[in-house]
């Protein structure tokens, strides 16, 4: 039994069973790939995957059971490597994010620009994704760190921190007949057609809201995209709701910015990472940049918990910034 093996039974399972996928991430050929796992699998005398013709089909409940192994011990095999980095080049790694839009758009930028001027040295990797994908990144281990809001899709594996809260604005046209009225209740804004968030991809939930209230939401166009809700919102379209964070008295002077926190409840965005994940200095200063109350002597309690509802009884009585 090889490393080399456990990793591409791994990444053919994190590749949905594309072994062409899977050859071309890893710059190797798709037969030598098919022969290692047909090797790993004789060894074993256990078929891993199952197979239609050429094609595997299916992965079977022993190789389910096999390749959870293998990830973890891919996972310590790596971890020793960070170990010794850490010791022998403090400055010197990588640090990669995953983040729903909204946050890599508004509260990210500011943090990482400090952060990248104190490590020159660190290599940053980020990608955008919905809130499911950066829990699937951070599972596969492609990413260290997921910022995000919906804590739906989350394991018992993950750590989450909660960082700040966040409310959500409204904005008009400045001829619009809301632009007026002050206060906004949910009976109002249930007159105009909505354009909003992608509940699914940004952890918000406008329609909820309404159907809480027992009324129904006219929303006629999501997006994960503030600045295009924006673009829509100027073209008369509909009523635009989007985060706070991403309004600008300046840039936004056409537009009226209108308190929604009387229709709708804050939001809080985490930082989520895997409770296997050796934290390296520079991170836990990551971490401590991007909100200012998760210390390192706060994030090690955290990572002490057994589960999500403990980590978050944790600051029960801690007061969040709110954006």
């Known amino acids: 039994m090889k490393l080399q093996q456990l990793r591409y039974i791994v990444e053919v399972a994190n590749n949905e069973l594309n072994v062409s996928l899977t050859a071309e991430k890893l710059y190797t050929s798709q037969p030598g ?12 005398g256990a078929q891993i995957f ?30 020793i490597k960070v170990i010794a980095q850490e010791f022998t080049k403090p400055n010197l790694g990588t640090l990669s994010i995953t ?16 952060f990248m001027q104190s490590y020159p040295e660190i ?83 406008i329609i909820q809201t309404f159907i809480n209230a027992g009324k129904s939401a006219n929303v006629i166009f999501n997006t994960a995209d503030a600045d295009l809700i924006k ?44 409770r296997s994940l050796y934290l390296r200095n520079y991170m836990y200063d990551f971490i401590s940049q991007f909100s200012a109350h998760l210390d390192k002597k706060t994030v090690n309690q955290a990572i002490l918990c057994t589960d999500t509802n403990q980590v978050l009884t944790m600051f029960n009585g801690v007061k969040l910034t709110v954006k």
């Open 50 to 79: 199952q197979r239609s013709g050429k094609h595997l089909s299916g992965i079977t409940p022993i190789g389910e059971k096999v390749i959870e192994v293998a990830r973890s011990i891919l996972n310590k095999t790596y971890d």
């Open 123 to 205: 290599a940053l990797k980020m990608e955008q994704g919905d809130s499911s994908q950066c829990i699937t990144n951070l599972k596969n281990r492609v990413t260290d760190f997921a910022v995000l809001t919906d804590l739906t899709d989350l394991t018992d594996e993950m750590i989450a921190l909660p960082c700040y809260h966040w409310n959500q604005a409204i904005i008009v046209p400045q001829a619009h007949p809301l632009a007026q009225k002050v206060p906004i209740s949910i009976e109002d804004l249930a007159q105009y057609p909505l354009i909003s968030y992608d509940s699914a991809k940004d952890g918000t939930d």
């Open 99 to 114: 983040s729903t839009y909204t946050q890599a758009r508004y509260a990210l930028p500011p943090v990482l620009q400090k």
């Open 33 to 44: 790939i098919s022969k290692q796992i047909k090797l790993l699998e004789d060894e074993l």
């Open 231 to 274: 673009t829509y919102v100027r073209l008369g379209v509909g009523v635009g709701v989007i985060a706070k964070m991403a309004t600008n008295e300046v840039q936004d002077q056409d537009l009226v910015i209108l308190n929604a926190s009387a229709i709708f409840s804050y939001n809080t965005t985490y930082i989520v990472f895997l």
